[in-house]
């Protein structure tokens, strides 16, 4: 009873030899291993969890999750007294889970500022982990591809039988020794409920893109309140994208996609049929998304893709471009 | 046996008939009951509901626990409340028994002065009664919401209910409802299937609960999913806990005439939105700046740019709140006392004699804080009003420079959970105060006329002074709830 369960000490062990190995600072970087993060894949989202979020985002420190990013002004501060950025977040992966998403796109829009929000506990400590290993990785690549005399970088074949560019090999970094643009420095992860805290992170317009990837379906119908997607959490997501923003989404349950649509806007469907949020979202064309990159990033090289794709199952994409508020009436 | 505790009023409003003479009337809500009195005398006039007896209504065993727990739902209470009677018709003209509730916590006068709206705590009802000539209450509607209502507020026109419950949901109800019997729209009939297969689920227990549920819906396919049976449109939702909901209607600057509408939604989680009215769909921002739960907001009518908050910080907000701007933060302790946490009970705004006033009561106090509202949106403080209980509610006669306090004449002063020793005799239901005129500063002079003592006289229902301590505690929760709000953070994970 006293001693902790083997798979505790196991992790506990984990940690700490992760920890004095990144003290010593021993030339090569291990990223963390999954199967040590590992959590119950539910997380009730109407509990008060011991969370930290910003009183508002005026009073988010954002310096300490970008630090490429701070504003070199050092008196540029913003109302918690934080360092400001010389760019705000625009890309979100809500409920980012491993970062698989983070990681590819990371490569995509290197410019961007990306942030994955996250509500399990030992899930966004392995992403925190994974990101500050694949910077470290990044910072050694370029000081050696530096100081090794105008070698090019080594050469080493990021996989056999992959295309080095693809997103695949940018998601499994453990192999992949090629320097990055934007080195990693524009994605990071924090943990939050964003069913209650989004508005404490995010301003009005503030968002280019949100991603919400296979999200917890809650299949019984009495759990449907929790979703992601809802009428309600739609107006949230609503005034935190510009006009002409992207929501993404993406599961691999049938039902949730008609729930998905039913609750943007379905194919063919009317304008001003019904009013409501609805207004407020316009659905992205097929052709469109067969250009996009990031559909392909969402739908290959996020942990659930992969697994989605071992299990052979099917994956619903669904894409809606925020519109521009209506009129007031008259 | 000792004499009886007399239950205090808990929701006190003003209402002004506007008819060929203007009469006026002040209701209040009592247990299961509303009264309604003569403003100029106190003369009692009516009591509603009419038919109900004396032993029922001093029966507490009828007050379930529900109005006292207002935090995370726990499971046992996910039994669905049927209403009373089915049907599309819901204009009972018939006579309403009190049985079915111990207590209304929310009552909103209509601005014409003909119609009163009440919450029923146990049956979650929003009953409308029309308020006669003659002072007597008829109910015209009952209405039972989904979930617990928190708040009500009626919008600028008052013909629509805006009604905030504890899912964090916004409906807006028709004040009267149509003629014609409300209609549900039709769903697409979808059949039921679960909507896991086995390309979704994978581990060994969970396919075979889908065995199981692919089972049994083909056994019973046919379940009607009842749902409100009246005219009602979700307008706007939290993931939280809705503690108070605020219309305000503003004239455009550059548009003459031209007027826009806002809903202001307060939530358990420090969040204040604003969004249109009715495209309620659309954010225009939020008011950030507590840090505790917000369980008031006052927008005062001579002043709609501005907005008072409060809830469990020890201080109010003053907000521009169209620009979600914080003007002024207002403390409400004297001296900063780590130990004793505050929570806003009620926050009245009235203009009085030119000066623009703001009433606030904290859960607990005795103490009526009084500040003035200057132009540029900054409370100045003014001396506070002592009463002989807690404050509940105010209510405010603008014509007479004078208002209404009914105060808590069962608990001691200055606590919300220890009872007074014994009865005072005839126990003080309200007070009431009026502004000295000519005076500089804001002063009050208590009135002792015929209102007063005629209220107080008359009395409410009876509590035997030897009540048991379980009841004390459910007659306490039933008043003194807010203090629930406030999260207790344990183990997180």
């Not at chain 2, 003909?114 to 015209?140: F, H, M, N, P, S």
């Not at chain 2, 900063?336 to 926050?347: A, K, N, P």
């Not at chain 2, 209102?451 to 007659?475: F, H, Y």
Request: proline share 7%; net charge negative.
């Amino acid at each position: 009873m006293s001693t902790p369960p083997a798979k505790r000490q196991k992790r506990d062990q984990y940690r700490k030899r992760a920890a004095a190995a990144a003290n010593e600072d021993t030339g090569k970087v291990k990223l963390p291993q999954k199967k040590f993060y590992r959590q119950r894949a539910h997380a009730n989202p109407f509990s008060d969890h011991q969370l930290d979020y910003p009183l508002s985002p005026a009073h988010m420190d954002w310096s300490s999750h970008y630090p490429a990013f701070v504003n070199p002004d050092p008196e540029q501060k913003n109302l918690a007294g934080a360092r400001k950025l010389l760019k705000d977040v625009e890309v979100v992966d809500i409920g980012c889970g491993f970062g698989g998403l983070l990681v590819g796109l990371a490569p995509l829009l290197p410019e961007t500022l990306m942030l994955g929000m996250e509500i399990r506990t030992q899930v966004i400590e392995y992403v925190e982990n994974r990101i500050q290993a694949l910077r470290t990785q990044q910072n050694q690549l370029k000081n050696s591809s530096t100081t090794a005399s105008e070698s090019p970088a080594p050469a080493i074949p990021a996989e056999p039988a992959t295309d080095g560019a693809s997103p695949d090999a940018a998601s499994t970094p453990e192999t992949s020794n090629s320097p990055v643009p934007g080195g990693y420095q524009n994605i990071s992860a924090l943990r939050s409920n964003t069913m209650k805290f989004f508005p404490n992170f995010f301003g009005k317009q503030q968002l280019s893109k949100i991603f919400i990837c296979f999200p917890d379906p809650h299949f019984k119908a009495k759990k449907h309140k929790a979703r992601i997607i809802s009428e309600n959490l739609n107006a949230e997501y609503a005034y935190a994208l510009k006009p002409g923003g992207l929501l993404y989404t993406i599961t691999d349950v049938e039902e949730y996609h008609h729930w998905v649509l039913r609750h943007f806007r379905e194919e063919g469907e009317h304008e001003a049929s019904e009013g409501g949020v609805k207004d407020l979202f316009e659905r992205v064309s097929e052709e469109e998304l067969a250009s996009d990159p990031c559909v392909e990033v969402m739908r290959e090289s996020t942990e659930e893709g992969k697994k989605v794709t071992r299990n052979k199952g099917n994956k619903y994409v669904a894409v809606f471009r925020r519109k521009a508020d209506p009129e007031w009436p008259a | 046996m000792a004499a009886n505790f007399q239950l205090p009023l808990q929701c006190l409003q003003y209402l002004e008939k506007r008819g060929a003479e203007s009469q006026r009337f002040l209701i209040a809500s009592s247990g299961g009951k509303i009264y309604s009195y003569a403003a100029e005398t106190g003369q009692r006039l009516s009591s509603w509901p009419q038919d109900v007896d004396a032993s029922n209504a001093n029966n507490s065993k009828a007050t379930e626990t529900e109005t006292g727990s207002e935090d995370q739902a726990p499971p046992e209470k996910k039994r669905k409340v049927s209403p009373s009677e089915e049907g599309p018709a819901e204009t009972s003209k018939s006579t309403v028994k009190a049985s079915t509730w111990s207590s209304i916590p929310c009552l909103v006068a209509h601005s014409n002065g003909d119609y009163v709206i009440a919450l029923t705590a146990e049956d979650k009802c929003v009953r409308v009664l029309r308020l006669k000539d003659d002072g007597t209450l008829e109910q015209l509607s009952e209405r039972c919401m989904p979930k617990r209502p928190c708040s009500i507020a009626l919008t600028d026109d008052g013909n629509t209910i805006l009604c905030g419950d504890k899912f964090g949901d916004v409906y807006s109800l028709p004040l009267l409802p149509g003629n014609e019997p409300y209609v549900a729209p039709k769903l697409p009939n979808r059949p039921k299937v679960p909507s896991a297969t086995p390309l979704t689920v994978h581990s060994k227990r969970n396919l075979e609960s889908l065995e199981q549920q692919l089972r049994y819906s083909q056994k019973n396919s046919t379940e009607e999913k009842n749902s409100l049976n009246f005219q009602h449109q979700l307008l706007l939702g939290h993931v939280s806990l809705l503690t108070d909901v605020a219309f305000v209607t503003v004239p455009q600057d550059d548009n003459f005439g031209k007027k826009r509408s806002y809903i202001l939604t307060g939530d358990r989680d420090e969040h204040i939105r604003v969004s249109r009215y009715p495209q309620a769909h659309i954010i225009e921002g939020y008011c950030l700046g507590h840090t505790a739960f917000v369980t008031k907001l006052c927008i005062p009518q001579y002043a709609p740019g501005y907005l008072i908050s409060g809830g469990g910080d020890d201080y109010l907000l003053v907000w521009k709140w169209s620009e979600g701007r914080i003007l002024q933060k207002v403390p409400l302790v004297k001296q900063e006392s780590e130990t004793t946490q505050v929570t806003v009970r009620g926050i009245w705004a009235t203009s009085i004699g030119g000066s623009n006033i703001v009433l606030v009561a904290l859960e607990g106090s005795s103490n009526l804080q009084c500040f003035v509202l200057g132009s540029d949106g900054t409370l100045k403080p003014q001396d506070p009003i002592e009463m002989s209980g807690n404050v509940l509610d105010v209510a405010i006669m603008e014509k007479d420079s004078t208002i209404v306090v009914s105060v808590d004449c069962i608990r001691e002063k200055g606590s919300t959970h220890e009872w007074r020793a014994s009865p005072t005799s005839p126990s003080n239901l309200i007070e009431s105060f009026r502004v000295k005129p000519g005076t500089e500063n804001l002063e009050w002079e208590p009135v002792t006329e015929s209102l007063v003592t005629n209220i107080n006289m008359g009395g409410s229902s009876g509590i035997p002074a030897d009540a048991d301590t379980k009841q004390r505690k459910e007659l306490n929760d039933v008043l003194y709830s807010l203090g629930n709000l406030r999260k207790k953070h344990g183990e997180d994970d």
